[in-house]
Each structure stands twice: as C-alpha cells, then as structure tokens.
C-alpha cells in the first residue's frame, strides 16, 4: 500500500519556523517530482512548492519565494519543506504530493497532475 505521511504541522507565531517531513512507504518516488500543496479554510487547494527527481530543480509559489524552501533525501524516500518567516496568511492544511506517472520530468504545479496525496498537516500561524 503506498502511502504519503506528513508531519511536522503545528502551531508557531508570526515570523517563527517550521519544518514538514513526507515520508513515502509502499513505493519508491526517488524518480519523479514530488509537490507541496495547501489548504486554508474556505479557499481551494494550491501550490507551494516542488521539487524534481534529484533535487536539482524546484519551483515555489510567489506568495512563499524566500521565505520557504523544498528539498528531498531520496535515500530515506522523504521530502521537506522548511518554512521561515511564517505569516498568519500561511495558515492552511498542508499536503504533500508525488506525481508517479512524470519519471524523471519537469515538476508540475497543478494539483490534477499529482496521483498520490497525504492526509495532510495542519499549519497555524498567530499573529
């Protein structure tokens, strides 16, 4: 059974830190593009950042350029997403995504290219 577990989600004030593990299990992603998505309430699901196979290319939203930063360790099958500089606007479920069809391509920044999917963490960010 393949399956996407994030954690790390809490709850941090303005201009703290954060950082999201997604463990993959059941499959290898070491090969294809793997994505960070979020959730606030009321609001559709969007991109955040993504990563290629190897680490060598990612891609983040304007909203979180500088203050976030995506990077993979493909030895333990896990992606990261290191967010500084966090704003209450920033307050969303966050999930993480592989996009399993996509070896070794370009990484995709919409949701309907991505196959599998975590349950999601929640971030929440005071003011």
């Known amino acids: 059974q393949v399956r996407l577990v994030e954690s790390g989600g809490g709850l941090v004030q303005a201009g703290g830190s954060l950082r999201l593990s997604c463990a993959a299990s059941?499959?290898?992603?070491?090969?294809?593009?793997m994505g960070w998505f979020r959730q606030a309430p009321g609001k559709e699901r969007e991109f955040v950042a993504g990563?290629?196979?190897?680490?060598?290319?990612?891609t983040y939203a304007d909203s979180v350029k500088g203050r976030f930063t995506i990077s993979r360790d493909n030895a333990k099958n896990t992606v990261y997403l290191q967010m500084n500089s966090l704003r209450p606007e920033d307050t969303a479920v966050y999930y993480c995504?592989?996009?399993?069809?996509?070896?070794?391509?370009?990484?995709?920044?919409?949701?309907?290219?991505?196959?599998?999917w975590g349950q999601g963490t929640q971030v929440t960010v005071s003011s």
């Open positions: 990563i290629n196979w190897n680490g060598g290319s990612t």
């Open positions: 995504a592989a996009d399993r069809h996509n070896w070794r391509g370009v990484v995709p920044g919409t949701e309907g290219a991505y196959e599998y």
């Open positions: 059941g499959r290898t992603f070491s090969n294809v593009p």
